[in-house]
C-alpha cells in the first residue's frame, strides 16, 4: 500500500512539473520569436533551419511547427488511451468537437492520423482518445509506447462539428464507438458553461463504454442531459441474443422530441448511413450534423466489372509498379515501398497532395476526373484510370 501512494504521487509530481516546464517554456520563448523570424537568423542557421537549433534546446520549441508534450498517459475502457498534451505556443486553440492530426514516429517512419479531442477548450490540457484496433499502429503506440514527457506534432484544429451559436435549447448526440470523442468534448464544454437545456446523448457499443465514469459525473452536473447507453453485445457468447441497432423506434423512445432536436451523429459508415436517410426522408436534413471517420464516397467510386489495369511510375523515387483503379494511389504508393506524406486519408487535410505529370485518376469523393499533365491530385481519395506518373 506504502508504495503504491509514493508511485502515485511521484506520478502526480510528474505530471505537475511537465506541466509548469511547458507553460514556462512558452512563455519565455515568446520574446524572442520575432527576432528568431528575421532573415538574417534564417541566413546564419544554413543550411539548416532555425528549428532544428531551436529543439537541441527543447524538443517542443519550434517558430511554426504545433509540438506538444505529453503530460499523461491514461487508459479508457474499451481499448483506449488517452494523451494529455500540453501544445507550444504556435497552437491557437479551438472549437469543441473538432479534430487535429497527429503526427508520430515509430520505428523511424512517420505517421499522420486524424483524432477527434475528447476535451473541452475550457479544459488546461488537450486531449487525444486512441481506440487501440487491429493492425492500428498509432493506436498500439498510444497504449503501449507513449509517455509523459515525450513530444508529438499536431495540426491545428480543423472540422465543424460544432454547436450552433447561440446554443439550441435541445439537443440530440447519436455515437457508437470511438465516435463518442467529439461528442465528450461538446458534453465538456456544455457542462464549463452550465447549459440548461435538454441534452439526450444516445451510444451504442458492444459492452463496455468509453468515458462511462466520466460521463455519469457530467450527468450529476447536467440535470437535463439524458445518457443512453445501448449495448450491442453485453454478452459476446450469447450467439442467440439479437444485436442492437439504431432504429425509428429507438428514437421515439429514447428521445421523443428528435425531430425537434440540433442532431450531431458520429461513427461508423453504417450508422451515419442509417441516421441520415431517416433525417433526410423527414425533410430534417438541415439539422443533422456528421463527423465522418471515412470518406462517403461518390456514386461508383470503384466502377463496375473488373478493375482498370495500369502502370504506376514514380518519377522521383525511380520506381513503377503494376496498379489498379481498385485502390487509392497512397496505399499503392505505400505498398511499393514509399512513404508519401499524408495525414486524415479522408480527403479532408490535403497533406498528401502530389503533382500528377501525366495520366488520368479519378476523385473517389466527387467523381471527377483529372487528366491534364501538371495537376495537383490528393493521393488519399485518387485512383487511376490510366498508366499514371506521380512527381513523387
Known sequence: MTFSIASTAFHLDRELMLRLWSAASASARKPVAVLLRTRLVSAACAPHSID???????????????????????????????????????????????????????????????FSLSSAPSDRELRLTIRRLPGGRVGEWAATAAHAGGVVELSQACGDFVLPEPVPP????????????????????????????????????????????????????????????????????????????FSLEQLQTHAPGWADSETFVCGPAALEAEVSALYGARGLADRLHVERFVPALAPDAFGGGDPVRCRLVF?????????????????????????PAHGCRMGICHTCKCKKLSGVVRNQLTGAISSEPGEEIQLCISTPQSDVTLDL
Open 52 to 114: 532544428d537549433y531551436l529543439e537541441l534546446f527543447d524538443r517542443t520549441w519550434s517558430l511554426r511547427k504545433i509540438r506538444a508534450r505529453i503530460i499523461a498517459v491514461r487508459a479508457e475502457r474499451g481499448d483506449a488511451t488517452s494523451l494529455w498534451l500540453a501544445p507550444n505556443e504556435n497552437w491557437r486553440s479551438f472549437r469543441a468537437g473538432q479534430y487535429v492530426r497527429l503526427s508520430v514516429r515509430i520505428g523511424g517512419v512517420r505517421y499522420d492520423r486524424c
Open 315 to 339: 518519377a522521383s523515387s525511380g520506381r513503377a509498379v503494376d496498379g489498379h483503379a481498385r485502390t487509392s494511389l497512397l496505399d499503392q504508393a505505400e505498398r511499393a515501398g514509399l512513404q
Open 170 to 245: 435541445r439537443l440530440l448526440f447519436i455515437s457508437a464507438g470511438s465516435g463518442i470523442t467529439p461528442v465528450m468534448s461538446l458534453l465538456r464544454q456544455l457542462s464549463h458553461d452550465r447549459h440548461t437545456g435538454e441534452i439526450t446523448c444516445l451510444h451504442y457499443a458492444r459492452n463496455e463504454v468509453i468515458f462511462d465514469q466520466e460521463l455519469a459525473e457530467i450527468a450529476r452536473r447536467l440535470p437535463a442531459l439524458r445518457f443512453v447507453p445501448c449495448l450491442t453485445r453485453p454478452d459476446a457468447r450469447d450467439l442467440t441474443r439479437a444485436r442492437v441497432r
